[in-house]
Structures are given as structure tokens and as C-alpha cells.
């Protein structure tokens, strides 16, 4: 049992001032906030032949400058919005096809010491229902999950001892090691992408030694004085331990870095300069920028009034903005769109650039196992918008002429950091990962699919299958004949067969 004592020991043990400062410039972040609102100034009314230069850069998969993406945040005018919003899906499907990943998050833990005003987890809401899971517990959510077809999770924790890096490397493992049987075979989780608090680097080599998917950090926002007031007390009350926990993960040997803010507890335009610095600064430093970027708004949270008072809550039409935006000032990152908000606005919003969102998403802690449906506040960090099926998601993505992809290749072919980034850009990755797409939901409709999405999904099957067969790229070359040798070892019952 951990103690108050051994929690305040623990916490004043955490932070590593020398794998910060090394990062710093001349003692400053980088992040300026002066600089940050002068060049959303001086980006005023662009010009339009200037934003149509800026969106066939975007075309170029090349990253924008912080004035270019300024430039596209100060565009008023509706005609230039609809090619803005033309020319993210553009790109999106230049570098990522017409497919889109699913994930589950598994929340393993709510214990936290911080104190975030906008989380349920706060140290100070009692109204919260504490628990971590153990591993036989974290066993029984893998399969849980498992036996709905997911392949890839994002296992999430609180910031507490019992909750640190061995933890967190022995529910990688836990998860990893389950198997259940499907209807034409078996299945397991592939993949293990970890949302946690910043560690140092010795602790993120744990993490490397298990095999951790893509690492993610939220700055939650990059004003500086936002987030002092957002984060009073805690480890989370150090803004700069937060802003290079993905260096250090760098560092640390985790190839693959996930960023995001949380939008609405300050101005929507800021945060994406933000987080378009903070990849910049990815890449200037380790030539890897974020593998994925994340944009959840507030929603409501128990024992929290920030969402209802907040000032800089995000609209509809300034979220579809910023998605877009995003997506045109880093081409190549993908997306991440999640069940926080509704499927009326995840339908309108995904084909502007997004590549990932969950489903069949439940956030209390033992959820899935345990068979609860209901949303329970207290037992949840906050309120979903989405709680589908992972069976009605992909038959609505079908409909939509969307490819649900399952695929964990490229990450055990070693296709990641500096790798897949180049691939990214020269739309090469995308080939490949067409193919597995075609291979794994061949795997999941045969396994899981109901009738309905079964049906749906082979139409699809059929289209992507012609277009593989037909696309210069893979035409009378030996890669086409693996592709559809592959294809039939599935349609036969053999399971994980990817290029």
C-alpha cells in the first residue's frame, strides 16, 4: 500500500532538471508566447494567391511555417475555406489512401496526484471512484477487447507511484501476451500505444525493452500562464518536465511520439501554433516530428466547472477549422479524432484529414470485462460523445467509402521514425499500408463482422481489391503477387499475414 508519505517522496523524485535544461535555448523554451500572438498578427488578411501557394506546399507533403499556418488561421474568406477543406482531404488521402485505423482506449489506473481543473482525476475531487487495475484484471480487458476485433489499444494512467514505468511495462506485457478464439481462428492486441504522464529517460527505456507502441504526451495547452492556472499543483504543474517528455522519449529510444492539446481552455489559434512548434521542434532536434497529433475539446467531467465556463470553448465550425489546419500544416502526422466528440461531427470531420479514432470506446476503469454499458461519471474521466459498437463504426466508415484498417505491420517491419516519415512523404508508406488494410479487414470482416457490415464490407472489399490490381504502382510487380497470395492464405484461415 502506498502511503502519503511515500506519494510525497515520490513526487519530489520525479523530475530530472538536467533532461530539460539540456534541451533549453539560452534558458527559454520553445515555445514564445510574445512571438506566437505577434505572428498571428502579422498574418492579418492573406492574401489568396499567397494561401493557394501555401496549400500546394501542403500538396507537396512539406511542413509550413509558423507563418504559413498563421496565414490559413486568419482566413475569413468561405470561398477560400472550401478549397482549405478540399485540399486537406487531398492530402490526407495522398499520404494515408482512403483508409482510417481503429484503436480502444483501456484506462488501467485513476489514481493521480495532480490536480488538473479540467480532469475528473484530480487528486481533490472526492466524488472520483479510485481504483488501478491488477494484471489479471488488465488480462481480462485484453481480451475483452480482443474478442470485439480490436488490434491496437491506447492504454491510459494516472501519474502516481503505483501506477510508474513498471507498472506500466508489466500491463504492456499482460496485454500482449492474451489470445481468444474468433469465429475462423484466434485473435490478440498488436499493438500497445501508452497516454501516460513524462518520464525520465531510463524509465521510457522500460517502456522501449516491452515494446511500446507510439508514446503520447498532451501538452493539454502551451500557453504558459494558461497552464500554470490549469495545473496548480503536482508533477503537471511543471510546464517545461511536460514540453520534453517526448524528447526525452526520443532519446529513450521510442521512435514513435504522439502530441495533442485540449481544446478549449484557451484560444483555438494559439494551440495550433503550438502544437505545429512543438513537431517542428521534434524534427529540427531528432528529424522525427509526431507520428500523430490529437485535438480533443473539453467535455464535461465530474467534479470540474471548466467546461461550462470556459471562455475559449471550441465551435463546431472553429473545430472543423483547426482539423483542418492541422491537417495542411503537417502533412504528413496523422490524426486522431476521438469518441469525446459525436458521430454526427466525426462523420463531418474525418474525411477533412483524420486518420485514427476509437469506437466501441468505454473510459471507467474495468469497463469492458466488467460488461457495464452506462457512462458513470464518477467512475470516468469524463463524458463520451460516441459509444457505438466497433461493428456500426466500420459499416458507417464502409458507407462512407473508408477502408477500416487493422494493420500493426510497419511497426514490426520496422517501418517508424525516420523511416516511415520519409515514406510518408514521398506517399510510398501509404502503398504499403493500402495493402495491409485490404489484408486485415479481410481478417476482421471474416471474424467479427456482423451480417449487415459483413455485406457492406465485402462491396467495399471488392473496389479496393480492383484498385490494388490496377494501380501503376503495383502493376507486374512481384509485390502484387505476395499481396494477393497473402489475401488467399487469409480467406483460408491463417491469421496476422501482413507485407
Known sequence: ????????????????????????????DFIDDDAIFRTLDKAKTPDKSKIRDILQKSLEIRLLDPFETASLINVTDPEIWEEMFETAGAVKRKVYDNRIVTFAPLYCSNLCVNNCLYCAFRKDNTREK?????????????????????????????????????????????????????????????RANINAAPMAVDDMKKLWKVGIGTYQVFQETYHHDTYAKMHPSGIKSDYRWRLYALHR??????????????????????????????????EEKFGIGAHTVSFPRLNPAEGCDVDTNSPYRVSDEDFKKLVTILRLSI?????????????????????????????????????????????????QQFILGDTRSLDEVIREFTEMGMITSFCTAGYRCGRTGDKIMKLLRTG??????????????????????????????????????????????????????????????????????FI
Not at 521512435?255 to 478549449?264: H, M, N, Q, W, Y
Not at 464490407?457 to 507486374?476: S, T, Y
Open 130 to 190: 479510485r481504483r488501478i487495475l491488477s494484471i489479471d484484471e488488465v488480462r481480462a480487458e485484453a481480451r475483452s477487447l480482443a474478442s470485439m476485433g480490436h488490434k491496437r489499444l491506447i492504454m491510459v494512467y494516472g501519474e502516481h507511484p503505483s501506477s510508474s514505468a513498471d507498472y506500466i511495462a508489466e500491463t504492456m506485457e499482460a496485454v500482449y501476451g492474451e489470445e481468444v478464439k474468433t469465429r475462423r481462428g484466434t485473435a490478440q492486441i498488436r
Open 249 to 282: 522519449a526520443l532519446e529513450a529510444g521510442i521512435d514513435d511520439v504522439a502530441i495533442g492539446a485540449l481544446f478549449g481552455i484557451f484560444d483555438w489559434r494559439f494551440e495550433v501554433m503550438g502544437l505545429v512548434a512543438h513537431s517542428a521542434d521534434l
Open 1 to 28: 500500500m502506498t502511503t502519503g508519505t511515500n506519494v510525497k517522496d515520490w513526487v519530489s523524485n520525479v523530475i530530472r532538471r538536467d533532461e530539460i535544461d539540456k534541451y533549453l535555448n539560452d534558458g527559454k
Open 331 to 379: 502533412p504528413h502526422a496523422g490524426l486522431i479524432i476521438t469518441a469525446r466528440e459525436s458521430a454526427k461531427i466525426r462523420r463531418e470531420v474525418i474525411p477533412l484529414g483524420c486518420t485514427q479514432t476509437d469506437a466501441s470506446t468505454r473510459i471507467g476503469i474495468g469497463s469492458y470485462s466488467e460488461q457495464y454499458n452506462k457512462q458513470e461519471m464518477e467512475r
Open 428 to 497: 510510398v508508406e501509404g502503398k504499403f499500408c493500402k495493402l495491409n488494410a485490404v489484408l486485415t479487414f479481410r481478417e476482421w470482416l471474416d471474424d467479427f463482422a456482423s451480417d449487415e457490415t459483413k455485406a457492406a464490407g465485402e462491396k467495399l472489399l471488392a473496389q479496393e481489391m480492383e484498385a490494388v490490381k490496377n494501380d501503376p504502382f503495383f502493376k507486374g510487380k512481384p509485390l502484387l503477387e505476395q499481396f494477393l497470395n497473402n489475401y488467399e492464405r487469409i480467406v483460408n484461415g491463417e491469421r496476422d499475414v
